[in-house]
């Protein structure tokens, strides 16, 4: 049975001609997410097209399949899931709140509008509009709803759909979001596909239980209890404010995915290895020009990997061999990271450059001769700078105070009562704030992942050590913090590090952090001086721009690759692996030895003479056996 249940009379199953006179019958389809989800004679005519079925070969988490193999499934079926929720949506206010004068006609068209939304999605979804066009293209303002637009025109236009031009003029503004196209009609429904009030829409309400449980980490999420509270009031789309908790949920997962799927650090490797590979490619297959063209971009999808793999020409040589190494799992390096508060993000993308880490780099082989060699080839080419926002789907602010709430008391949202002999508005749909449906709450709903690559492991070690150069210099460059920045100091407050503290000594515990003063003027920061936080007991580390302590590796640093292999020794790399034969690392294996065998010769000081004596027998002994091994 269906998560939504929809009466015969909700759907129109009469048959209906397409352009060859031939009928075209209601059918049904079994959805993983939905479960049996009933089609209308008139959306499969949408449906069987060239336009529509193109959907099937564009992976709807794009390279996020290359690290969940489960995750294999395709816009298509998230766009019937979404026109099927469209439709569930208006009937049920249809059904509920009769006063809207909600028709079918405008049900019709939220449906059509529900599955022909991601009509544009290029190759591998937003890494084609989010990377690869702004690169390929400069300066172009394009995004895949543009596309979803010519597309939808083609559909029609080719299979010759008959629409009048109100419908064709509703449905374009419904998958834009943009109510002021369409200024006659009803604001509210604008709220259902594409809500650019508060991102709550059918759209979120399909694609997060859809890849959750794709990716194997399903997370149940009380669609029908959402769609049935929902609400017109105020000519907005309000819920039950019982279930703010299920909305706030919604926001949150909405986060977990971007942060732990989306944004997984082999699926963005890959990306920036196909954004590489269609550069390389486009200027003899001129691949970006398509978008202009509905004819030529039919033919765009995930399949263009495979038309590049299978060129012979000397041209397309650099885009197959990026192609081949993803094949292979020889994929871009991360080489740090670092999770940034909100109000320090635009300082991060500004600053935390390849061209800045690749100075700072030289700057650092100036008096470490172990790297200048290596850094002597380093280039731009080598850094990747990837910034990826993450938020809970309005930036750094939380959606729910851009949702309305009603009481199921009072659920047309306004009554009245008398007092002092007048009639008085005691209750009006709302925002639910702080205290109503939690608070623990963060004081931004976005953060900013910065994560370093690099495209060849040769240059791993020297790049993590320029871009923490860069790192360390950032608090100089700020001289006029930002409102934002400066709500953070009463929660963590910037001062200078302490000298006791930077000698290993365990430095004064600091006043709680509720009774340090809170600044009436902003405070101005010294281009000297070092941002750090008030931690647990009052000690202090460097934040938000300290190191990350788990990433950190020697300079010569570089990782096995398996396009490396005869490239260099490892010894050659600094690694110090003590199973290596070289002597160098044998040599290497009896200076651990022998500081080991110190130390415990020193800890027997305290300890009864015949005791250090058998020490020093053992430390002799050691100290010999290892000597012979670098002559072996």
């Given at each position: 049975m269906s998560l939504f249940a929809l009466d015969d009379h909700?759907?129109?199953?009469?048959?209906?001609?397409?352009?060859?006179?031939?009928?075209?019958?209601?059918?049904?389809?079994?959805?993983?997410?939905?479960?049996?989800?009933?089609?209308?004679?008139?959306?499969?005519?949408?449906?069987?097209?060239?336009?529509?079925?193109?959907?099937?070969?564009?992976?709807?988490?794009?390279?996020?399949?290359?690290?969940?193999?489960?995750?294999?499934?395709?816009?298509?079926?998230?766009?019937?899931?979404?026109?099927?929720?469209?439709?569930?949506?208006?009937?049920?206010?249809?059904?509920?709140?009769?006063?809207?004068?909600?028709?079918?006609?405008?049900?019709?068209?939220l449906e059509i509008a529900g599955l022909c939304h991601d009509l544009g999605h290029g190759p591998w979804s937003h890494l084609w509009d989010g990377q690869f066009i702004p690169k390929a293209i400069?300066?172009?303002?394009?995004?895949?709803?543009?596309?979803?637009?010519?597309?939808?025109?083609?559909?029609?236009?080719?299979?010759?759909i008959d629409m009048e031009s109100r419908d064709i003029a509703f449905i374009k503004a419904l998958i834009s979001g943009d109510s002021k196209q369409c200024r006659d009609e009803k604001p509210f429904l604008f709220d259902i596909v594409a809500?650019?009030?508060?991102?709550?829409?059918?759209?979120?309400?399909?694609?997060?239980?859809?890849?959750?449980?794709?990716?194997?980490?399903?997370?149940?999420?009380?669609?029908?209890?959402?769609?049935?509270?929902?609400?017109v009031l105020d000519n907005q789309i309000c819920y039950d404010i019982k279930d703010a908790n299920l909305i706030y949920e919604m926001c949150a997962t909405?986060?977990?995915?971007?942060?732990?799927?989306?944004?997984?650090?082999?699926?963005?490797?890959?990306?920036?290895?196909?954004?590489?590979?269609?550069?390389?490619?486009?200027?003899?297959m001129q691949i970006a020009k398509r978008i202009n063209d509905p004819k030529e971009y039919l033919y765009l999808t995930d399949d263009i990997m495979g038309q590049i793999e299978a060129r012979k020409d000397i041209e397309s040589e650099r885009a197959r061999a990026i192609l081949d190494r993803i094949r292979k799992r020889d994929l871009?390096?991360?080489?740090?990271?670092?999770?940034?508060?909100?109000?320090?993000?635009?300082?991060?993308?500004?600053?935390?450059?390849?061209?800045?880490?690749?100075?700072?780099?030289r700057e650092l082989s100036e008096d470490d001769p172990s790297i200048q060699d290596i850094v002597k080839t380093l280039s731009v080419e080598h850094v990747i700078c990837d910034f990826s926002l993450m938020h809970y789907g309005m930036k750094e602010k939380n959606p729910l105070d851009f949702v309305k709430f009603y009481s199921k008391r009072h659920p047309n949202g306004v009554f009245f009562v008398f007092m002092y002999e007048s009639l008085i508005t005691l209750s009006e749909p709302s925002h639910a704030g702080r205290g109503v449906y939690s608070n623990l709450?963060?004081?931004?709903?976005?953060?900013?992942?910065?994560?370093?690559?690099?495209?060849?492991?040769?240059?791993?070690?020297?790049?993590?050590?320029?871009?923490?150069?860069?790192?360390?210099?950032?608090?100089?460059?700020?001289?006029?913090?930002?409102?934002?920045?400066?709500?953070?100091?009463?929660?963590?407050?910037?001062?200078?590090?302490?000298?006791?503290?930077?000698?290993?000594?365990?430095?004064?515990?600091?006043?709680?952090?509720?009774?340090?003063?809170?600044?009436t003027t902003p405070r101005i920061f010294s281009r000297v001086s070092s941002f750090s936080r008030t931690g647990p007991g009052g000690t202090t580390d460097a934040a938000p721009f300290s190191n990350n302590n788990f990433t950190t590796v020697e300079r010569s640093?570089?990782?096995?690759?398996?396009?490396?292999?005869?490239?260099?020794?490892?010894?050659?790399?600094?690694s110090g692996q003590i199973f290596s034969h070289s002597k160098t690392t044998w040599a290497f294996s009896v200076s651990a030895f022998s500081s080991a065998a110190q130390i415990l010769l020193l800890s027997a000081q305290a300890s009864s003479k015949t005791d250090q004596s058998h020490s020093l027998s053992a430390f002799t002994s050691s100290r010999e056996f290892c000597r012979s091994l670098t002559t072996a």
């Open positions: 909700d759907i129109d199953v009469r048959g209906v001609m397409n352009r060859k006179g031939e009928a075209v019958g209601a059918r049904s389809v079994k959805d993983p997410i939905h479960d049996m989800i009933p089609l209308s004679p008139r959306l499969c005519m949408f449906i069987d097209t060239k336009q529509f079925q193109r959907l099937r070969n564009i992976k709807q988490l794009g390279t996020s399949y290359y690290v969940w193999p489960g995750a294999s499934h395709n816009r298509f079926e998230h766009s019937i899931g979404v026109a099927f929720l469209a439709r569930s949506m208006a009937t049920h206010l249809k059904n509920n709140q009769p006063d809207l004068g909600i028709t079918d006609r405008d049900i019709d068209c400069p300066g172009k303002s394009w995004k895949h709803e543009d596309a979803s637009i010519m597309m939808f025109d083609s559909l029609r236009e080719e299979n010759e809500n650019q009030r508060n991102g709550l829409d059918v759209d979120k309400f399909d694609y997060i239980p859809r890849d959750s449980h794709m990716v194997g980490d399903k997370m149940n999420i009380a669609l029908m209890r959402i769609i049935n509270s929902a609400r909405r986060f977990k995915l971007h942060k732990m799927i989306y944004s997984h650090k082999a699926a963005k490797a890959i990306e920036y290895m196909i954004v590489d590979a269609l550069l390389e490619a486009d200027p003899y871009y390096k991360m080489v740090d990271y670092k999770v940034v508060e909100w109000p320090w993000a635009e300082i991060f993308e500004k600053h935390i450059t390849p061209k800045g880490i690749v100075e700072a780099a709450m963060p004081e931004f709903f976005a953060e900013l992942l910065v994560r370093i690559f690099t495209r060849d492991t040769d240059y791993f070690g020297v790049i993590q050590a320029g871009y923490r150069l860069c790192l360390e210099r950032l608090p100089s460059r700020i001289e006029d913090p930002t409102p934002d920045q400066l709500v953070l100091q009463p929660m963590f407050p910037i001062v200078p590090p302490s000298s006791r503290s930077l000698a290993g000594i365990t430095p004064t515990p600091s006043p709680p952090v509720h009774d340090l003063p809170v600044p640093f570089a990782p096995p690759s398996p396009s490396r292999k005869s490239k260099r020794r490892r010894e050659d790399r600094g």
